[in-house]
């Protein structure tokens, strides 16, 4: 029954991820909390473990297909890094409760960005690392920054603001959007799971079932998204996202 539950979930978020290219990795620690009964701290960490597999499983593929930018991409996950290893430090220090009530505060942005995600900005796509521009770069660095730390914080990827980032300030398309922010979703859960594993280890047993039914269900969710009205998909997770939210709330302000 324990595998059953880690595979359906796991199929859950990645099918999300693979039909709406970021989002649905916020959907791992709530599981692993309510649903697999993991501490907090537990959760978080081995979400990074699931969440970090997943996206380099999916940055794999779109580094077949042509669709990352290795000079972003590479110098968004340093910025990222660095904001992980802090993120990582400040969960160390919140208890259960205040990282449930951030975390519902978290789905809420989440919800609001996959709602409507954002055009892609008019001009030719450029690379910040290439073809320097000081409001761009700062932007950029900005976002990688807060990715990084929303990572090491929460255990979430954040792919949904370094794609929204990418479209709107290098006027990358799509694609390339989710495939260069899938390798900096990679390499910011690597090195905040490095600096989480001391205080509390991932649960290994539960992360790889997970993780390789997110690999599987990822394939799906991108075959099915073709088929599905993806406006509609969209706000119908944000619905979910929500609701979640609200739970998380209801559950965890004091009174």
């Not at 039909?19 to 701290?41: K, N, R």
């Not at 792919?159 to 922010?181: E, K």
Request: charged share 10%; proline share 4%.
């Amino acid at each position: 029954m324990h595998l059953l539950v880690l595979t359906a979930s796991g199929l859950l978020v990645g099918g999300l991820l693979g039909a709406l290219g970021a989002g649905g990795s916020v959907l791992t620690v709530p599981i692993l909390v309510y649903v697999l009964g993991e501490d907090v701290s537990t959760a978080a960490t081995t979400s990074l473990l699931v969440v970090g597999l997943a996206a380099a499983s999916g940055a794999a593929s779109h580094w077949r297909a042509g669709t990352v930018r290795l000079p972003t991409a590479l110098a968004l996950s340093g910025v990222a890094s660095a904001g992980s290893i802090a993120g990582s430090l400040l969960r160390e220090r919140l208890g259960g409760r205040g990282f449930l009530i951030a975390f519902a505060g978290l789905l809420l942005l989440a919800a609001a960005l996959v709602w409507r995600p954002a055009d892609r900005a008019r001009g030719e796509p450029r690379e910040c690392v290439l073809r320097p521009d000081v409001r761009s770069c700062a932007k950029l660095g900005a976002a990688g920054m807060g990715v990084g730390f929303l990572t090491g914080l929460f255990g979430v990827g954040g792919g949904f603001v370094i794609v929204t980032v990418l479209l709107l300030v290098l006027s990358f398309p799509p694609r390339q959007a989710v495939g260069t922010s899938l390798v900096v979703v990679a390499l910011a859960s690597a090195m905040a799971l490095a600096a989480s594993a001391r205080g509390a280890p991932a649960d290994w047993e539960v992360a790889i079932p997970f993780a390789l039914a997110g690999v599987a269900g990822s394939g799906a969710g991108r075959r099915l998204a073709a088929r599905l009205d993806e406006a509609l998909l969209r706000r119908a997770f944000a619905l979910v996202l929500v609701i979640l939210s609200a739970f998380l709330f209801a559950r965890n302000l004091p009174g």
